[in-house]
């Protein structure tokens, strides 16, 4: 499911492709464009689903019992959801 919702925020995305540079000089000029304001919680949301999902590659290559990506995988997603209460 979520990487179904990333593949859907990248093709928003891909329509934009200046947006990440867009967004960081609009930061430091302390002035965001409108168009740039409605794409800023697209470009978050697929910033945090591909942190998420990249949880359960973390390891030190050690194997099981010690290395635990799915934990890592829940850890990250229970920090999205307290991040999206928190917002909304």
Same mark, same amino acid.
């Given at each position: 499911m979520l990487r179904k919702r990333a593949r859907e925020f990248i093709k928003v995305i891909d329509k934009t492709p200046e947006l990440i540079e867009s967004i960081i000089q609009s930061l430091k000029e302390?002035?965001? #464009? !409108?168009?740039?304001? %409605?794409?800023?919680?697209?470009?978050a949301v697929y910033t945090l689903i591909l942190w998420a999902l990249d949880g359960? %590659? #973390?390891? !030190?290559? *050690?194997?099981?019992?010690? !290395?635990?990506? *799915?934990?890592?995988? *829940? #850890?990250r997603l229970k920090t999205i959801y307290s991040v999206i209460k928190i917002v909304c």
């Open positions: 302390e002035k965001i #464009q !409108d168009s740039l304001i %409605n794409l800023m919680p697209t470009a359960k %590659n #973390q390891g !030190d290559g *050690y194997g099981f019992p010690f !290395d635990r990506p *799915y934990l890592v995988f *829940y #850890q």
